[in-house]
């Protein structure tokens, strides 16, 4: 019995160490992607250039490199806040996926099962109306009232789910889903409507990146971040659930405050993704998906090692969508789809032996 | 025996959908019992259990855990105090045993706690208690149907609660592994002084491995006792409607079986 409890002590261990490489290797390869990324576009960006340019913003290392300024200013003002908006949009999407996958106890829902951001997406579109392009704080806005919306859709749901069936999953999800197109074809009119200013139909509907920069980046990035890390420290909470709401309440969980929580969070981290590339599909469902098949149904496994390959999916996405129609772009979203589909399906093929979707 | 009392209900009474679910319950459990309930369906056992865990709101009486009323108990509280086994578990796919075991540390971990060698350790010796520690690093969906029913049960010990609730533990297995579970839950309620409150339909089973039973109809508990006070034929003629024929077998268990003409 002894030897028993020994060896179980080392497969601990060896979890924990296997857990950090994972994380190390995550980490690496995302730095590599953004690098790589950096390099690619419009104009082509030899590698050593790059490089060279980035030795040069580090802080205490001074190396007399001269670079073009145009180059410069593309890497840095250009290409480098659109990587890591979409970067953090990945990941953002992902884990409000697994949250919202967690919550429902059900492997199908994603970000905008609920209708959370065909309210955002409307919102902003009213947004556009209203507030001018140029102002000071103008993305700010926008994002204040995408979330609003994102927010009034998912709290309308859940009260007429309360009202119509006290909360029953099957109603939450039809009335999401009512809300949902409800919300989609409000905002298709107005994007008819408003035929002279500000976004154009597929940028948003299908998702785009080319509005990001900066200024964009700052609001949008401390919230999901943020966001997720709040969401990792539940992971444990989002496990519990999963044995159903009653007995996670003889547990100690709080079932109904956490799910309501947690919902909110997810919400506001897709609020923010929809404010600031649009619609993207597809992200928030098969990434914590494809993230089940490689480390098991663990939630505090799934939201970090789903941010990051989220992150990097939607980087790469990224860079295909800039350079494969170069100067013109292909909408983000049809692009995660054609991606992402049969990729997915043959992920599924070699490795769906014992996991439930 | 001078056993403390750990769980105290006086004149409970429930309704749902303004239906009288129990009516006017008065039952005392002490320490180092295993008590059963038992009744036909629909007596309002389940409801008992589940009024006794607060999922249901009381409508009349009180409730009291060593001597604190229930009400005042935050719900982190009630979950060191009772652990709970429900008649059919959901489990998760692709889960661990190991893990699912562990679940029922999360009552005694804070916040930002991480499970611990020593919650490790509670899990292994739950496991171990019964008898299943082979399985421990399966998945839960893998195993059997009694095989799953015995995790679930150490998931609950390894809660480490002074009162454990079971609503049906050992119902539809077979006669071999349900006197086992039995058995488990009654050397858990005498060797560690717990109070083990049992819902089931296996009267046998009941009879033999309880220190305490309570008769429930319609929501009244018409007698409660010991074995040996309260299983007569009158009673079990009252509560199943059945006449019945009670032996004893040659190690001196009792025997209940169902008389027709």
């Known amino acids: 019995m002894k030897l028993n409890s020994q060896i179980k002590i080392m497969t601990i261990n060896i979890n924990f160490k296997s857990k950090f490489a994972i994380t190390l290797i995550m980490c690496i390869s995302l730095i590599s992607i953004i690098f790589f990324s950096l390099t690619v576009g419009i104009a082509e ?24 300024n145009n180059w410069e200013q593309i890497i840095f003002d250009i290409r480098l ?16 996926g697994v949250t919202y996958q967690g919550v429902f106890r059900n492997h199908l829902a994603d970000p905008y099962l609920l209708g959370i951001a065909s309210g955002a997406a409307l919102a902003v579109t009213i947004a556009n109306y209203f507030v001018p392009p ?77 509005t990001a920069d900066w200024n964009v980046v700052i609001y949008t990035a401390p919230i999901i971040i943020l966001g997720i890390i709040f969401l990792i420290f539940f992971g444990r909470t989002l496990n519990i659930l999963q044995i159903g709401p009653e007995e996670a309440k003889t547990l100690g969980i709080k079932t109904h405050k956490m799910n309501m929580l947690l919902i909110f ?42 941010g990051f390959i989220g992150a990097m999916f939607l980087i790469l996405v990224d860079d295909s969508v ?26 599924l093929f070699i490795k769906s032996n014992g996991h439930d979707l | 025996m001078n056993f403390k009392t750990s769980l105290a209900i006086q004149n ?18 002490k320490e180092g019992n295993l008590i059963s309930i038992i009744g036909p369906t629909g007596a309002g056992k389940t409801s008992l259990l589940r009024t006794i865990l607060q999922f249901e709101k009381i409508n009349d009486g009180s409730i009291r855990i060593f001597q604190k009323d229930m009400k005042k108990l935050k719900l982190n509280e ?67 149907g009694g095989e799953q029913r015995l995790i679930i049960i150490a998931r609950a010990i390894a809660q480490q609660t002074p009162i454990m609730v079971l609503d049906e533990p050992a119902a539809n297995l077979d006669f071999a592994l349900s006197a086992k579970i039995m058995n488990i839950l009654k050397n858990i309620a005498v060797k560690e002084r717990k109070t083990v409150l049992i ?61 027709y003409n």
């Open chain 1, 45 to 68: 960006i030899p590698v050593s250039i790059v490089a060279r340019s980035i030795i040069n913003v580090m802080p205490f290392i001074h190396f007399d490199l001269t670079i073009s």
């Open chain 1, 81 to 96: 806040p659109r990587i890591i908006a979409a970067g953090i949009v990945g990941a953002g999407l992902s884990c409000a």
């Open chain 2, 199 to 259: 819902a089931t339909h296996d009267v046998n089973n009941a009879i033999r491995f309880s220190d305490y039973m309570c008769l429930l109809k319609h929501g009244r508990i018409i007698k409660q006792g010991t074995p040996s006070e309260v299983m007569n034929n009158e009673n079990i003629m009252d509560l199943y409607g059945a006449s019945a024929q009670i032996t004893k077998d040659i190690d001196g268990n009792t025997i209940v079986s169902t008389k």
């Open chain 1, 322 to 347: 800039r350079t494969i129609i170069a100067p013109r772009e292909i909408p983000i979203g049809a692009m995660t789809a054609l991606v992402g589909s049969p990729l997915f399906i043959y992920f």
């Open chain 1, 134 to 210: 140029n102002i000071l704080f103008s993305f700010l806005w926008i994002q204040l009232f995408a979330f609003f919306g994102g927010l009034l859709v998912i709290c309308s749901v859940y009260l007429m789910a309360f009202i119509i069936d006290n909360r029953n999953f099957s109603t939450i999800i039809l009335t999401g889903i009512a809300l949902s197109s409800l919300c989609t074809s409000l905002t298709f009119f107005l994007l008819m409507m408003q035929s002279t200013r500000g976004l154009s139909i597929l940028s948003f509907l299908f998702g785009s990146f080319n």
């Open chain 2, 78 to 144: 009630l979950a060191k105090n009772i652990s709970f086994v429900h008649q059919s578990s959901f489990l998760p796919v692709g889960l661990l045993v190991n893990k699912y075991v562990l679940f029922g540390r999360n009552p005694h971990l804070g916040f930002f706690d991480t499970e611990s060698k020593i919650d490790y350790k509670i899990v292994e010796q739950a496991l171990k208690k019964v008898d299943s520690l082979q399985f421990i690093d399966r998945e839960l969906t893998t195993l059997s």
């Open chain 2, 12 to 29: 409970l009474t429930l309704y749902k959908n303004k239906i009288k679910i129990l009516d006017d319950i008065s039952l005392e459990l």
């Open chain 1, 265 to 306: 969070v997810a919400s506001i981290i897709t609020c923010s993704a929809v404010a600031l590339a649009g619609i993207i599909g597809f992200v928030g469902l098969i990434i914590p998906h494809l993230c089940r098949l490689f480390f098991g149904n663990d939630y505090t496994k799934l939201l970090m090692f789903s």
